[in-house]
């Protein structure tokens, strides 16, 4: 995704949001151009689009088929700790994953204890909450929406168990889109999302 060894972060680099992206699984199945029969074309390079767009240092890797999302985690893990040893403040990192992304973000925010933010945009369901134990670190913001028969669970079960997290807050949409909603870059979780990001400073 990004490597960092042996660098330094610039007084600008260090100062700039850095967001990481992690896509959803049909990303994996079918590439970049990835169309769903359900929900559409998944628009990745708007997503990111929108994001570079508040000048923020951005970050996606296409997952290879079938990526494993407790060692993917781990890998990116090790990577946010690149970007803090070389000056970058933790909250300025932002983790947004979108589906299977979503739970990846999971992981990392239950393993990683520094303090930086995520974003979990529809990653929650019955069998999420019965196969795994996290606990989150961090600033969380899910967002999930009412009309999502995939994984359009509110995070309150997370909420009440025991973490770490400084701040977890929670958004229901209804855009009536169903798990789709997280295909495009949508004023109901883009902006919001922007807004977490801006928000938090040291």
Not at 23 to 29: F, M, P, S, T
Not at 107 to 119: C, D, E, K, M, R
């Amino acid at each position: 995704m990004f490597s960092l060894v042996g660098q330094k972060a610039s007084a600008q680099l260090s100062a700039q949001k850095h967001i990481v992206y992690l896509h959803g699984k049909i990303i994996e199945d079918q590439g970049r151009e990835a169309i769903s029969e359900a929900f559409g074309k998944y628009e990745l390079d708007s997503i990111l689009a929108a994001f570079k767009a508040i000048n923020a240092v951005v970050y996606c890797e296409i997952r290879n088929t079938n990526a494993d999302p407790k060692r993917y985690a781990k890998r990116v893990s090790k990577q946010i700790d690149s970007l803090i040893a070389i000056g970058v403040r933790p909250k300025n990192i932002t983790i947004v994953g979108a589906s299977k992304g979503a739970i990846i973000a999971s992981h990392i925010s239950s393993f990683n204890t520094h303090l930086i933010n995520y974003v979990f945009l529809a990653g929650n369901n019955a069998y999420q909450e019965q196969n795994n134990n996290w606990k989150f670190h961090g600033q969380v913001l899910s967002i999930f929406d009412a009309s999502d028969d995939i994984a359009g669970k509110s995070y309150q079960y997370w909420k009440d168990k025991d973490n770490y997290t400084t701040t977890f807050e929670e958004i229901e949409l209804n855009t009536g889109l169903g798990h789709g909603f997280l295909y495009k870059p949508l004023t109901e979780w883009m902006e919001p999302t922007k807004k977490w990001i801006a928000k938090q400073k040291l």
